[in-house]
């Protein structure tokens, strides 16, 4: 598999996360859409787990120009677009998987699963019939559920998870990665729920590498602790 990642902390994490999944192996981590389309014509690859805002280039952009030039490797588009219309263009492109930022190694490795198991199904040979491929691509649309913490929902984590990407996407460029980033109150009141429920999402996301933690100091007594998203970019 190669790796695609403008961010060098995420690309570790993905290639890190990739290579905890069995029969999964990294071929290479690139950074860049040109950087992609030179090592699939040097390296054959099955598949790419592709970034679509690269720096010099769309996701998408790579995905046509790989098809153009007759490659088939299978694409698993990582990106936080939840434009409709670009997840249409994503099939249109032959994307396999789509993954949205941010994410945990759990949701990662239940789309990797899902993919070796249309990988083993789809072998050189004829099907018997119909049910046969709707079987086949099944494999690739239904997903086992990623189990959270008992008490925690997914809609929930969606949310938070959007407050902290929609600071991050705010925060003046002067400030730097981190900034100040949003406390627990904070998160609590963007989202509607209770401050003690916002930590332990926080906590959560943080704990996955979703979120960074940073202690505050901005007055007498125990500093507060802050989150910011792990990435600035969509």
Same mark, same amino acid.
């Given at each position: 598999?190669?790796?695609?990642?403008?961010?060098?902390?995420?690309?570790?994490?993905?290639?890190?996360?990739?290579?905890?999944?069995?029969?999964?192996?990294?071929?290479?981590?690139?950074?860049?859409?040109?950087?992609?389309?030179?090592?699939?014509?040097?390296?054959?690859?099955?598949?790419? &787990?592709?970034?679509?805002?690269?720096?010099?280039?769309?996701?998408?952009?790579?995905? %046509?120009?790989?098809?153009?030039?007759?490659?088939?490797?299978?694409?698993?588009?990582?990106?936080?677009? %939840?434009?409709?219309?670009?997840?249409?263009?994503?099939?249109?492109?032959?994307?396999?998987?789509?993954?949205?930022?941010?994410?945990?190694?759990?949701?990662? %490795?239940?789309?990797?699963?899902?993919?070796?198991?249309?990988?083993?199904? #789809?072998?050189?040979?004829?099907?018997?019939?119909?049910?046969?491929?709707?079987?086949?691509?099944?494999?690739?649309?239904?997903?086992?559920?990623?189990? &959270?913490?008992?008490?925690?929902?997914?809609?929930?984590?969606?949310?938070?998870?959007?407050?902290?990407?929609?600071? #991050?996407?705010?925060?003046?460029?002067?400030?730097?990665?981190?900034?100040?980033?949003?406390?627990?109150?904070?998160?609590?009141?963007?989202?509607?729920?209770?401050?003690?429920?916002?930590?332990?999402?926080?906590?959560?996301?943080?704990?996955?590498? &979703?979120?960074?933690?940073?202690?505050?100091?901005?007055?007498?007594?125990?500093?507060?602790?802050?989150?910011? #998203?792990?990435?600035?970019?969509?």
């Amino acid at each position: 598999m190669l790796v695609v990642e403008d961010d060098p902390v995420a690309a570790e994490a993905h290639r890190a996360y990739v290579e905890r999944v069995a029969g999964f192996t990294v071929a290479g981590v690139v950074h860049s859409g040109t950087e992609t389309v030179r090592f699939c014509r040097a390296h054959p690859v099955d598949l790419v &787990l592709l970034d679509f805002y690269l720096p010099d280039t769309h996701g998408l952009a790579v995905c %046509r120009t790989l098809r153009a030039e007759g490659n088939t490797v299978d694409v698993i588009a990582v990106t936080s677009a %939840r434009d409709l219309g670009v997840v249409r263009a994503a099939v249109s492109a032959g994307v396999v998987q789509y993954l949205l930022k941010p994410f945990t190694f759990a949701a990662l %490795r239940d789309k990797l699963d899902s993919y070796a198991r249309f990988r083993d199904a #789809a072998r050189p040979g004829e099907v018997d019939g119909q049910a046969e491929v709707d079987r086949m691509l099944a494999t690739l649309r239904t997903t086992e559920h990623v189990a &959270l913490p008992k008490g925690m929902s997914g809609e929930t984590l969606d949310a938070i998870s959007a407050v902290l990407a929609d600071a #991050a996407r705010e925060r003046p460029s002067g400030e730097g990665d981190e900034g100040e980033g949003l406390s627990a109150a904070a998160v609590a009141d963007a989202v509607g729920v209770a401050r003690v429920t916002a930590r332990r999402y926080l906590e959560y996301l943080a704990d996955n590498g &979703l979120a960074r933690r940073k202690p505050h100091y901005g007055g007498v007594g125990r500093p507060e602790v802050r989150y910011t #998203a792990t990435s600035r970019k969509a």
